[in-house]
């Protein structure tokens, strides 16, 4: 038996309802009654961007033939019932999707779901009338061609885009239109109309119950006969082959040009901060390129910048209308105003209002039924749902200048430049010497020519160091402080079994005072200037951290030096640091929880730092020496380190202190290994509390280190499915068996090893319940695919999780640092997100079956 459809009479007020069919078509329901219309709209994952060079244009060319006729109604019918009771219709082809959609009065909603559905599965496509409508397309091309926007962008699309389905326009061209055939269009359909791949939104006055029943009846029965695997997004090369220039003479009465740039598909999180560039240059009359070209100088007629982002790739368009006599001077005085481009330039107001004028935009488009319907599917269709826009919204007024001129540079380049240029016949212009402009005025940066000594990347600046130590350095304007972040590989790493705790303990005493302060002298002066100073130590890291307001940059740096450089750890100090160790030991041991996650990483690891006590043990900890710290702080403080520096700064000053710090403390003392531990033979272990209430049981899972992008995509996609109030175990373990009250899943990963957790704390009656849960849910996993919004909820957590928890500008020095410590790019964590982001639900089932099996995992009990 079917399961029932959701009852959707309790949804939350206000958001939208979304039901996946058993065929995995999904529906969109949104209530709104300020208007007595609904709005339908099926969007099919076909457009020209799924088509082959041969069959350029059967996109749009199908969305034509679906107004002349279909199995119920014959040509001009469709329009005409549809009209009849004051609806509308049409349809639309982009690049990535067709949309069919209709706006009827509230009480004929079930004729506007009728239309929309016959319109895309039952179109007839008779061949005269197939004929009949190539002839009009062919018409709709040449009028396209007769426009010089639609000319010159047709051009750069075939030149950002070369070699890719974006290449060729939507219409197609004048030699495939008129050969494609009704077995073509057919098969065309047969291919790419898949309900797994549509999404059906019905916005307005609705009853979503009814709503959902009707498109259960018309959609739910039809079936998926091929697989749909979501498009590969595009490669921007490191370095392009620009700039590239095209030039087209015509009767045309002036010089239409126009500059495109490579940008990052749409889901890309640099978009928000790409559209604000875009919106503060050229967005509208107030920006600087029209400010500057229009109305000082008077050198363009229009220009205007904007971001074009698809689902695999998009382009940054710049846009201008002017006189054939102006354009050297006008290419010219653009080419060096890119050349010295910066964002300081820019005032908070300017940023600001570029802001609300974005967001207005969004908002704005909603006032209609249409635009909050395309809205809506837009989002559901390509971003997972409501939360993008969320999501959106806190990355732009995240955005900063810092961001700005990094994306500028990464992606506004002279060697990326495609240049199309319409005149007028005898315009007189050489685009041989526009293209010398660029080369002579806008010189390719070093950062780009991959400098030695320094180079831009992912927002930030990487200086080399004395004794192979880094300096990353990562303005951000918004506040006038700084956080850094000095990181060491080492930490644990750098420990015999007999030193456990050591480097934890080195950690605790370091910033206890220098042999030019006492401790308390050193706490009076940091309280003094509102400034932090900390030091912790990890499996194969140690790190010391600091943050202050900028003001106090002169005061601040000389004492984080001799923390470094001439640390007092005197007796009676490091006495105090064992004494706090001691009692984090003890008090761990009394919360079960605490004792599991403290004794894990022995009982799951048989060497390494991971087989490691990392805060040893209490007489561990009482067995060391000042002598044992200073020893081992001399020898992880000359590995070479990296130091992130984020917020306000001076750079030559942190520089300068940098270069100091690595002068005095690095030594050669050959690389550090990242061991690949040995698992351990036992995969049981019981550990017991007396007197306490609730059993904790752990279930861990071997898992790759980071170095596995992949797999490490895939698994944090999958902790993010498990894990939370809505996650699967949370909603099984708790909600349905009522378990516990804490249920998730954890990954924990270094560089070469890791493990998946699953973590449930419950009634010691329960465990066999709560393990055998366990394992249904994994055995799920493994045979069932999850339901695409499982993964789409896991995306946007993904993607939420990231910026909420690196808005901070000491969370973002730390990061980088630690990234860069441990052999990673700087933008490691978010190639993740975008792998993460094309995870199918095939996928996970294979992660599962891989990696999280029964005969893998590792279980640990603390019970009473």
């Known amino acids: 038996m079917e399961a029932p459809l959701p009852d959707l009479t309790e949804n939350a007020q206000g958001a939208p309802n979304i039901v996946r069919l058993k065929n995995g078509l999904t529906v969109l329901i949104k209530e709104d009654d300020r208007f007595p219309l609904v709005n339908v709209r099926l969007y099919v994952h076909a457009g020209s961007a799924y088509e082959t060079p041969k069959i350029a244009g059967i996109s749009h060319l199908l969305e034509h ?71 009009v397309v062919l018409e ?64 307005g006055k609705v009853d979503p119950d009814k709503i959902l029943a009707e498109a259960d009846r018309l959609l739910g029965s039809l ?16 370095a392009g082959s620009g700039p590239q220039v095209v030039k087209m003479s015509g009767k045309w009465n002036k010089v239409y040009l126009g500059a495109a740039f490579p940008i990052p598909h749409s889901s890309s999180a640099e978009i928000p901060g790409l559209e604000l560039l875009c919106q503060l240059l050229g967005g509208d009359d107030t920006s600087r390129l029209y400010r500057t070209f229009k109305y000082d100088r008077q050198l363009v007629d229009e220009i205007s910048v904007a971001p074009l982002s698809l689902e695999r790739g998009g382009m940054l368009y710049v846009h201008a209308v002017l006189d054939a006599d102006k354009v050297e001077q006008f290419w010219t005085e653009l080419n060096k105003e890119l050349a010295s481009f ?60 810092a961001e700005m001129k990094h994306l500028f540079d990464k992606y506004v380049r002279p060697d990326q430049l495609a240049l199309a240029v319409l005149e007028p016949e005898n315009g007189g212009v050489d685009a041989d010497k526009l293209a010398a ?68 303990l ?26 932090s100073l900390g030091s912790t130590a990890g499996r194969n890291v140690f790190a010391v951290e600091a943050k202050f307001p900028t003001r106090f940059t002169d005061k601040v740096l000389p004492v984080i030096r001799d923390t470094l450089t001439a640390p007092a750890f005197s007796a009676t100090e490091v006495a105090r640091a064992k004494q706090d160790q001691i009692a984090s030991i003890k008090q761990r041991e009394d919360r079960p929880l605490g004792l599991a996650f403290r004794r894990l990483f022995p009982f799951l690891y048989k060497t390494g730092p991971y087989a490691l006590l990392h805060d040893g043990t209490p007489e561990s900890v009482e067995s060391f020496t000042s002598t044992d710290i200073i020893r081992f702080w001399s020898r992880q403080s000359m590995q070479p380190f990296t130091l992130a520096v984020c917020g306000q700064f001076d750079s030559a000053a942190v520089e300068a202190f940098a270069q100091a710090i690595a002068k005095t403390l690095t030594a050669p003392t050959g690389e550090y290994v990242f061991s690949s531990p040995q698992w351990n033979d036992e995969r049981e272990a019981d550990l017991h509390l007396p007197d306490r209430n609730q059993a904790h049981i ?65 009634g010691p ?100």
Do not use: C
């Not at 070699?163 to 065309?188: C, F, H, M, Q």
């Not at 350095?473 to 060491?488: K, N, R």
């Not at 089932?845 to 019970?863: F, G, R, S």
């Open 65 to 135: 033939m679906v107004f002349k006729g279909t199995k119920k109604r014959g040509p001009g019918e469709t329009a005409r019932q549809i009209e009849s009771v004051g609806g509308s219709l049409n349809a639309a082809t982009s690049f990535d999707y067709t949309v069919y959609y209709v706006e009827v009065p509230d009480d004929q909603w079930s004729l506007g779901m009728d239309v929309v559905t016959d319109m895309a599965f039952n179109q007839v496509i008779d061949p005269a009338e197939l004929k009949s409508e190539q002839k």
């Open 140 to 203: 709709e091309l040449e009028r396209g061609e007769d426009t010089p926007s639609s000319k010159l962008f047709k051009t750069l699309q075939s030149m950002v885009w070369k070699d890719s389905s974006y290449a060729w326009p939507i219409i197609g061209y004048r030699e495939t239109v008129p050969a494609l055939s009704r077995a073509d269009i057919k098969n065309y359909i047969a291919t790419h109309y898949q309900p797994q791949s549509m999404l059906l939104a019905v916005v």
């Open 223 to 238: 079936e998926n006969t091929r697989s749909f695997t979501p498009p590969e997004t595009l490669p921007i090369p490191e």
């Open 342 to 401: 910066d964002p300081a330039d820019f005032t908070d107001r300017e940023i600001e209002r570029a802001r609300l004028n974005l967001e207005n935009s969004l908002f704005l488009a909603k006032e209609t039924l249409s635009g909050l319907a395309g809205k809506l599917g837009y989002f559901q269709f390509f971003e997972g749902g409501e939360q993008a826009e969320t999501n959106y919204l806190f990355a732009l007024h995240q955005a900063d200048r």
């Open 437 to 504: 402009i660029t080369r002579a005025d806008w010189p390719v940066k070093a950062s780009v020519k991959k400098s030695a000594a320094a180079e831009s990347v992912s927002g930030t600046t990487e200086i080399a160091l004395p004794g192979g130590s880094k300096l990353v350095l990562l303005p951000d304007e918004t506040l006038p402080y700084t956080a850094m972040s000095f990181y060491w590989t080492g930490g644990d790493g750098e420990l015999t079994p007999d030193q456990q705790g050591l480097a934890a």
């Open 506 to 531: 080195t950690a605790g005493a370091l910033t206890r005072g220098t042999n030019a302060m006492s401790a308390t002298e050193l706490q009076d002066f940091l309280s003094d200037y509102a400034a």
């Open 698 to 762: 752990v279930m861990a899972f071997p898992a790759p280190g980071k170095t596995d992008l992949d797999a490490t995509a895939k698994l944090e996609l999958l902790r993010a499915v498990l894990s939370g109030q809505s996650g699967l175990l949370f909603r099984d373990l708790r909600d349905k068996q009522g378990l516990a009250y804490t249920v998730t899943a954890l990954l924990w990963q270094s560089r070469n090893t890791g493990f998946m957790g699953l973590y449930i704390g419950t």
């Open 765 to 864: 009656d329960k465990i066999d319940q709560s393990m055998d849960g366990f394992r249904k849910v994994l055995a799920d996993l493994a045979a069932n695919p999850l339901p695409e919004a499982e993964l789409t909820r896991a995306r946007n957590i993904l993607t939420g999780d990231y910026y909420q928890e690196h808005q901070s500008l000491l969370s973002r020095s730390r990061e980088a640092a630690s990234l860069l410590s441990r052999g990673f790019s700087l933008d490691h964590e978010q190639a993740v997100i975008e792998r993460a982001k094309t995870v199918t639900a095939a996928e996970i089932q294979e992660l599962v079956k891989e990696y999280l099996t029964p005969d893998k995992a590792y279980v640990m009990k603390v019970t009473p």
